[in-house]
């Protein structure tokens, strides 16, 4: 079975940046798409960066604002997510997920198969 892991998250002042990573194992599994997204207290999720594995193709959320950046890994089925310029707002646990198929939009969190545990993300003023 395939499973994700998620790392990198931690407690950051204003300004300060983070680098998170995401690894998938097991299979048999072909990655199309990978992506995070983050669920803050008392919000809905939301798509923070995600990444066509294959071609490269990514998309942002709007309140990222060219403060992050997705990029694959060395290896196979991984990802990580640079964020630069972390602001209090950006506190959150941030999930990793994995599509195996195309998806219609990257955005849209149903389409991805399979899903990490999470890493909170705790920026201090």
């Known amino acids: 079975q395939v499973h994700l892991v998620e790392s990198g998250g931690g407690l950051v002042q204003s300004g300060g940046s983070l680098r998170l990573s995401c690894a998938a194992s097991g299979g048999p599994f072909n990655t199309n798409t990978m992506g995070w997204f983050r669920r803050a207290p008392g919000k809905d999720r939301e798509l923070v960066a995600a990444i066509v594995y294959r071609s490269g193709i990514t998309e942002y959320g709007d309140f990222v604002k060219g403060r992050f950046t997705i990029a694959r890994g060395d290896a196979d089925n991984t990802v990580y997510l640079q964020m630069d310029n972390l602001q209090p707002a950006d506190t959150a646990v941030y999930y990793c997920?994995?599509?195996?198929?195309?998806?219609?939009?990257?955005?849209?969190?149903?389409?991805?198969?399979?899903w990490g545990q999470g890493t909170q993300v705790t920026v201090s003023s």
């Open positions: 997920g994995a599509a195996q198929v195309p998806v219609i939009q990257l955005s849209y969190a149903w389409q991805y198969d399979y």
